[in-house]
């Protein structure tokens, strides 16, 4: 990763009668993003509107006020866990590689808070990430802290690697980070201590059960972006199983295919 110091920061008409065609979803979509005082929500194949159980109209307009213009209109469902199931695997199948997005959790006593990440997610040991990213609350009450500018430690996403923290994470250092989502997709932390960002979501270290997790794209899908994620978590998964392996004094069983 290369971090470098925070700079700045409608219907036709066919017949004489003029009875008129039922909307497409084409219709839909633009009426959508017409008629939004906020970013228009839109389902995973950005062709039909959809709906968030945690994030009202109020609420996207004050976080996308905080990205730049272009990320602003519409949203691309890419993860529901009502929908996709609460799952840390399939979170991940659905996230990486997607572009920029908005992850929002709702946990058992009823908060909402969540993350902006910058850039597409990718699996591996290294944090990542720009200092567009961060961190908010939407229930009890909204509040946005962006970038301290102290580090990069923005983004972290990594699965199934004995040696190293399992789950998502957003800003801070392993075991005090902003906001944490362990791998097992039921519980999820944030350590009340956070210098990545100007704050911290909750003023104590606090714990919680995570009810519903939600993940919007907030830019079309690039496929040239997607491949490249895919293609680099694929290579970074494979290095680090190497170097592990060569730890213990085992051969990399490719090696002699």
């Not at 110091?5 to 839909?28: I, Y």
């Not at 109020?58 to 976080?63: D, I, M, S």
């Not at 301290?148 to 996403?157: A, R, T």
Request: hydrophobic share 35%; charged share 25%; net charge negative.
């Amino acid at each position: 990763q290369n971090c470098l110091p925070r700079a700045s920061m409608g219907a036709t008409s066919s017949a004489p009668e003029r009875a008129e065609h039922a909307p497409s979803d084409g219709d839909k979509v633009a009426d959508a993003v017409a008629a939004a005082p906020s970013p228009a929500l839109l389902d995973e194949q950005g062709t039909s509107p959809a709906e968030s159980d945690v994030l009202d109209e109020e609420v996207r307009k004050r976080l996308a006020e905080r990205m730049s213009s272009h990320l602003r209109e519409r949203w691309r469902l890419l993860f529901k866990s009502s929908l996709h199931g609460q799952s840390f695997n399939r979170f991940v199948k659905h996230v990486v590689g997607k572009g920029p997005n908005i992850v929002v959790v709702r946990d058992t006593d009823g908060r909402v808070f969540g993350g902006f990440a910058t850039e597409s997610w990718k699996v591996g040991p290294k944090f990542h990430g720009g200092y567009s990213c961060f961190l908010f609350t939407a229930k009890p009450e909204l509040s946005i802290l962006g970038a301290s500018g102290d580090n990069c430690n923005f983004m972290y996403l990594n699965e199934q690697m004995e040696q190293l923290p399992n789950g998502c994470a957003f800003g801070g250092t392993h075991a005090y980070h902003g906001l944490w989502l362990h791998e097992g997709f039921d519980t999820g932390e944030s350590s009340g201590i956070c210098s990545t960002f100007e704050g911290a979501l909750f003023p104590t270290r606090t714990k919680f059960e995570i009810a519903h997790v939600e993940v919007w794209a907030v830019k079309d899908r690039d496929e040239d972006e997607t491949q490249d994620a895919v293609e680099a978590s694929v290579l970074e998964r494979r290095k680090k199983d190497k170097e592990f392996i060569a730890l213990a004094g085992r051969e990399f069983a490719s090696d002699n295919l």
